[in-house]
């Protein structure tokens, strides 16, 4: 039995030692296969350390790439920045120079309007006394300020444009304006119109519209005058007309007078003073009596304008050009006979001085002075007698 047990106990150890070698082995082989299973992990691991190590690297040489070409756009932009704050600058002193010339064409205008308005302020305050003292004339005041301006009308009419009639209707009417004034001052000024009106009444006045009509006859006549040189289609002109010996009652004349009228018919005996030289065509000749027209018309605008020299000479041209081309007949003698009749009046004559009274009237204060005095020294007379 004790065999049995200690052969139980043997086997019973047997098993047990079997049991822990089965279990050490299996346990080796897991611990080996843990091992592995790390040392797998850990190269695994240590692979992707390095490819993250790789990559790693190449994200920092490209992040450097990047890096250098953010500093050049940087350094361009400083640049840009650095141009366009000198630019801004260069804006701003403009803007300074252009706010400076602005400020002063500002105050310039400023003072220049108020100097204006100054000068008109001015005037507008003479304007208002001007209008204030005329406003305080009394009517007396308005009639000699009234003949003072017809006397100086009558002064312009005058001298300017030689107008008798006007200026006499003017000085009547300014003597007329002193009389309803009542002005004791105006008597002297109104005995000084007195005289300008008889001188005045003494003066000739030229007869414009009959000289007018006068040349007007003239240039009626002018197809009536015979040229002196032929032309085609002039009508031929009787002896009598040419000569001043047609009338005479010599012998001889009366023998050449049946010598001619015996001939008549046969040929035609034309005279003239002067040496021909060449014939004119109808056309020169229309023209030649177009020209003496002409001329007259230069007569008369020197009579409308009253302005003798171009008068007096245009009808001296016109008796010149009527010597030199046409027939000294009789219609040409009485031609030239109104001629120097219109030659003979003088279209504006000496006009007398008619100022005395203008500047005695525009002077009225000393007269009033004067007048007053005068008669402050005749009341003691009185008083006296």
């Given at each position: 039995?004790?065999?049995?047990?200690?052969?139980?106990?043997?086997?019973?150890?047997?098993?047990?030692?079997?049991?822990?070698?089965?279990?050490?082995?299996?346990?080796?082989?897991?611990?080996?296969?843990?091992?592995?299973?790390?040392?797998?992990?850990?190269?695994?691991?240590?692979?992707?350390?390095?490819?993250?190590?790789?990559?790693?690297?190449?994200?920092?040489?490209?992040?450097?790439?990047?890096?250098?070409?953010?500093?050049?756009?940087?350094?361009?932009?400083?640049?840009?920045?650095?141009?366009?704050?000198?630019?801004?600058?260069?804006?701003?002193?403009?803007?300074?120079?252009?706010?400076?010339?602005?400020?002063?064409?500002?105050?310039?205008?400023?003072?220049?309007?108020?100097?204006?308005?100054?000068?008109?302020?001015?005037?507008?305050?003479?304007?208002?006394?001007?209008?204030?003292?005329?406003?305080?004339?009394?009517?007396?005041?308005?009639?000699?300020?009234?003949?003072?301006?017809?006397?100086?009308?009558?002064?312009?009419?005058?001298?300017?444009?030689?107008?008798?009639?006007?200026?006499?209707?003017?000085?009547?009417?300014?003597?007329?304006?002193?009389?309803?004034?009542?002005?004791?001052?105006?008597?002297?000024?109104?005995?000084?119109?007195?005289?300008?009106?008889?001188?005045?009444?003494?003066?000739?006045?030229?007869?414009?519209?009959?000289?007018?009509?006068?040349?007007?006859?003239?240039?009626?006549?002018?197809?009536?005058?015979?040229?002196?040189?032929?032309y085609a289609g002039k009508k031929l002109t009787a002896s009598e007309e040419i000569h001043d010996h047609a009338n005479a009652t010599t012998e001889?004349?009366?023998?050449?007078?049946?010598?001619?009228?015996?001939?008549?018919?046969?040929?035609?005996?034309r005279h003239t003073d002067q040496q021909i030289k060449e014939i004119l065509t109808p056309e020169e000749a229309q023209f030649i009596r177009q020209?003496?027209?002409?001329?007259?018309?230069?007569?008369?605008?020197?009579?409308?304008?009253?302005?003798?020299?171009?008068?007096?000479?245009?009808?001296?041209?016109?008796?010149?050009?009527l010597l030199e081309n046409f027939t000294k007949n009789g219609d040409a003698r009485n031609f030239i006979a109104e001629l120097d009749r219109l030659?003979?009046?003088?279209?504006?004559?000496?006009?007398?001085?008619?100022?005395?009274?203008?500047?005695?009237?525009?002077?009225?204060?000393?007269?009033?002075?004067?007048?007053?005095?005068?008669?402050?020294?005749?009341?003691?007379?009185?008083?006296?007698?």
């Amino acid at each position: 039995m004790a065999e049995l047990s200690e052969k139980q106990d043997q086997e019973v150890e047997v098993n047990e030692k079997l049991h822990r070698s089965r279990s050490g082995f299996w346990f080796g082989i897991i611990i080996v296969a843990i091992i592995l299973s790390i040392a797998g992990i850990g190269f695994y691991l240590f692979q992707q350390l390095r490819s993250q190590q790789e990559n790693l690297g190449g994200s920092v040489n490209k992040g450097d790439m990047r890096l250098i070409e953010l500093t050049k756009q940087i350094s361009g932009y400083q640049s840009q920045i650095a141009a366009i704050q000198t630019h801004l600058s260069n804006i701003e002193v403009e803007i300074k120079g252009k706010d400076d010339q602005f400020n002063k064409a500002l105050a310039d205008l400023s003072q220049a309007q108020t100097e204006k308005l100054d000068n008109l302020g001015q005037e507008l305050g003479d304007r208002i006394q001007q209008v204030q003292r005329q406003l305080g004339k009394t009517r007396g005041d308005w009639l000699i300020a009234d003949a003072e301006y017809l006397l100086s009308v009558a002064n312009q009419r005058l001298q300017l444009m030689g107008d008798v009639n006007t200026t006499r209707e003017a000085l009547e009417a300014a003597d007329q304006r002193l009389r309803e004034s009542g002005d004791a001052a105006a008597f002297k000024v109104r005995e000084q119109i007195a005289k300008d009106i008889a001188v005045l009444r003494t003066v000739s006045v030229p007869d414009v519209v009959g000289i007018y009509s006068a040349i007007d006859t003239l240039q009626d006549q002018a197809d009536k005058l015979a040229l002196i040189k032929p032309y085609a289609g002039k009508k031929l002109t009787a002896s009598e007309e040419i000569h001043d010996h047609a009338n005479a009652t010599t012998e001889e004349h009366d023998l050449l007078a049946k010598a001619l009228k015996q001939l008549e018919g046969v040929v035609t005996i034309r005279h003239t003073d002067q040496q021909i030289k060449e014939i004119l065509t109808p056309e020169e000749a229309q023209f030649i009596r177009q020209q003496l027209r002409v001329k007259l018309e230069m007569v008369k605008v020197g009579l409308v304008e009253q302005n003798e020299a171009l008068y007096k000479a245009s009808i001296a041209d016109v008796k010149s050009w009527l010597l030199e081309n046409f027939t000294k007949n009789g219609d040409a003698r009485n031609f030239i006979a109104e001629l120097d009749r219109l030659s003979a009046i003088n279209l504006r004559s000496q006009f007398p001085d008619i100022s005395q009274s203008l500047k005695m009237l525009r002077d009225i204060t000393k007269l009033r002075i004067e007048t007053d005095k005068a008669l402050s020294d005749s009341e003691p007379v009185k008083q006296a007698q």
